[in-house]
């Protein structure tokens, strides 16, 4: 008979993760509420840098994935993980490191992406410094975890377990993947890849950011603590292990379909479709498998706010991940892409499933921690409820919006013109929309702080322990299958090979989709009238991405009549070599700006950025007036040529050593041009907004359209 081994749970570690869930929760969707309320009273930009929509929301995503969601994650794993191996964690230093370090990058990110410092990857914004402190932060989280794993005293690792290794092992790929870069400064760099290139990369980790850090991790905590607060088994092991096997394998290739109709080669449009689509029986079958292991237990799921949380958490995670596959059909995704009916899909998986489960854990931690009773089961109901309420204010105002988008941008008339042809009025035609989601976060908001409230009470009525004795037997290690066991059970036993098997079933998908297109050079015709910025349009792309305009315009003229009617010829992928990073955009807030160049005077864009409203009356985008007050910072520039020659772009050597002064023969010729339209001011040719105009100026001019037939 195996010894008995007393050994002490760490639940100091738990608690601050716990802690810091629960601050940087109301943070996230106090930035959130903030950016909803602006797109329907534009004032609440304030006139400043820092708090304009197109710096805010990227904070408002960061701190809502890797603040809320993150801590919510270590705070179950570092809970659960101990619990299921029957030990206490592999070391208190590792603990340390990891829970402080993660709050420094939540800081850093706090501090520089209002700042406009962004390397512009969605859900990966953050600047090369950071990305190196999240990959150290990361490997510390994974060696605590995997020595806690190899002084296990339980042979078998729970399906929960399986779930944390395939996202660690997946996270880490993404991201050095995914920010392979070449730094110019302190805080600026620029991606190897460019253009369709780093566009494929991009979506393969953005969309895998949400299999991998905001769905996987999340079934692990599902597999756990459901069953735990439902004081049931999990309703099958078998479909557990097809969910497992099937997800991880088949998720990794669903990236492409971000990028349906845009200038990426079809082949890797059509894979991304397809392995979308056969994402729903492993998703549904993780869903099924969480709702049926409260079979028979309905009658208490009316009563306990706890499991009310987790069963709408599951179904939400359910309906996600249908419509998810649904709008990845080309069909559906021509209709829904670039609309708010993709915010309102994002917001379903966000506020329900990542949401949700979090509440519904912290109401059934908070209490364990400290060995108390939840302070009000009626708070927690009425939480439940006024969260309910929120995510259906929330979601249905904005599918409503994303249908009306779409339905104002594709009507023509009898006589064959666009019935809309001001894109303007299929704005103000859904800020009634906006408002109402504005509604929906308010209560979401509102329902948070009653959270609060309750578990604040709990722990000042608990006793908290902050390490708890337990008792288990010594691990005795087993070779080979045992007779009659399923196969599975192998696998199960041993962590290396888990991880193993698992990084095997993540990189088949990348290697099949990258690979060609970056190892093979046809993927990406070259059109050779397509030339790298000048100097002064470099520095304009980079204040354009610094001011975040990516969030409400898109760079990317798909092949529809509506689209080229509106805009001018549809976008090729040869033109995109030298966009580093590319700016395709994901939600048309304002008009798409790929044809943008020469199409107004310069006057028209110097006015439209200072007070947009005087150039297109009702107007929701920010004012920018530190664009005209601030002079341009060409310092780093001779720097960014040389890195982006380094990375391939064909400047010519030495052109660094001119670049300052070739940008100011360009920007006085801009000055002159708006002096002529009766735009002065004292030293116009140093200011920023000049550099943005000659970029603005270039987009799209590079290829001549096609002449029509007759003409």
């Known amino acids: 008979m195996a010894q008995v081994e007393q050994f002490r749970y760490d639940n100091a570690i738990v608690r601050k993760f716990a802690y810091a869930t629960m601050v940087f929760g109301a943070v996230g969707i106090l930035v959130g509420l903030l950016a909803a309320l602006q797109l329907v009273f534009p004032a609440l930009n304030f006139s400043t840098a820092e708090t304009t929509f197109g710096r805010i ?8 994935i890797f603040a809320f969601v993150g801590n919510g994650i270590f705070m179950g794993v570092y809970y659960s993980l101990q619990r299921l191996l029957k030990t206490n964690m592999y070391s208190k230093f590792l603990n340390e490191f990891h829970f402080w370090g993660w709050q420094a990058i939540i800081l850093a990110a706090a501090i520089t992406l209002p700042l406009g410092i962004t390397s512009s990857h969605e859900y990966a914004e953050l600047e090369w410094p950071i990305d190196l402190a999240i990959a150290a932060v990361w490997v510390a989280f994974g060696v605590n975890m995997f020595g806690t794993i190899l002084k296990r005293r339980e042979n078998h690792l729970y399906v929960a377990i399986w779930f944390y290794i395939a996202t660690w092992v997946t996270v880490t790929v993404l991201h050095i993947g995914n920010n392979l870069e070449l730094p110019v400064s302190m805080w600026k760099s620029y991606p190897v890849f460019a253009g369709v290139q780093d566009a494929l990369i991009q979506w393969w980790y953005g969309h895998n950011a949400v299999a991998f850090f905001l769905t996987t991790p999340y079934l692990g905590l599902m597999y756990y603590f459901l069953p735990k607060a439902a004081n049931r088994p999990v309703y099958s092991y078998r479909l557990s292990i097809i969910h497992f096997w099937a997800l991880i394998f088949i998720y990794i290739w669903a990236g492409p379909h971000h990028l349906l109709y845009t200038s990426l080669p079809d082949w890797a449009q059509s894979l991304g479709t397809v392995f979308s689509i056969m994402l729903i029986a492993p998703s549904w079958g993780g869903m099924l498998n969480g709702l049926l292991t409260l079979r028979g237990a309905w009658d208490r799921v009316r009563q306990d706010p706890i499991l009310k ?20 059909i080309k069909s559906v995704n021509a209709i829904s892409h670039f609309t708010d009916w993709t915010i309102g899909h994002v917001h379903i998986g966000t506020l329900g499933w990542n949401g949700f489960l979090t509440f519904g854990v912290l109401y059934w931690l908070i209490p364990q921690l400290f060995r108390t009773k939840l302070y009000s089961q009626k708070l927690a109901n009425a939480h ?23 339905l104002m941008w594709k009507q023509f008339t009898a006589d064959g013109f666009l019935q809309y042809g001001n894109f303007l009025e299929t704005v103000t035609q859904i800020i009634p929309m906006y408002a109402l989601r504005a509604l929906g976060g308010t209560l979401y908001v509102a329902g948070y702080f009653v959270m609060l409230y309750n578990l604040y009470k709990t722990i000042k009525a608990g006793s908290f322990q902050a390490y708890e004795e337990a008792e288990a037997p010594a691990r005795v290690a087993t070779a080979g299958a045992h007779k009659g066991e399923h196969w599975h059970r192998w696998i199960e036993r041993r962590p290396v090979q888990l991880l193993i098997g698992s990084t095997i079933a993540i990189l088949i998908g990348g290697m099949v989709e990258i690979f060609p297109m970056v190892m093979i050079g046809d993927q990406v015709p070259t059109i050779e009238s397509v030339k790298p910025y000048t100097a002064l349009e470099l520095q304009g792309r980079d204040l354009y991405i610094r001011e975040g305009c990516i969030s409400c315009h898109t760079q990317m003229v798909r092949p529809f009549r509506s689209e080229t009617e509106r805009y001018g010829e549809y976008s090729k992928s040869g033109e995109f070599i030298y966009d580093r990073p590319f700016l395709w955009g994901s939600k048309r807030t304002g008009p798409d700006l790929h044809r943008l160049g020469n199409k107004y005077p310069d006057s028209w864009h110097y006015n439209h950025m200072l007070d947009p409203t005087s150039m297109s009356p009702g107007s929701i985008m920010p004012v920018y007036p530190w664009l005209i007050e601030d002079d341009l910072d060409n310092s780093l520039l001779p720097a960014k040529i040389m890195a982006l020659r380094t990375l391939g772009t064909p400047y010519a050597e030495g052109y660094e050593e001119e670049a300052i002064a070739d940008a100011q023969r360009q920007a006085d010729e801009i000055a002159a041009r708006l002096r002529k339209d009766g735009i002065d001011g004292e030293g116009l040719e140093q200011k920023e907004i000049i550099a943005l105009i000659a970029y603005l100026q270039r987009l799209g001019t590079d290829i001549k359209p096609a002449p029509q037939a007759g003409n």
């Open 57 to 64: 929301r990227p904070l408002h995503t960061n701190a809502a």
């Open 309 to 328: 949380f987790m069963v709408v958490a599951v179904t939400a995670y359910g309906m996600a991940t249908f419509e998810g596959p649904m709008l990845s």
């Open 384 to 406: 439940f409820w006024i969260g309910t309420l929120g995510i259906l204010f929330y979601a249905i105002p904005l599918y409503w919006a994303g249908w009306t988008q779409s």
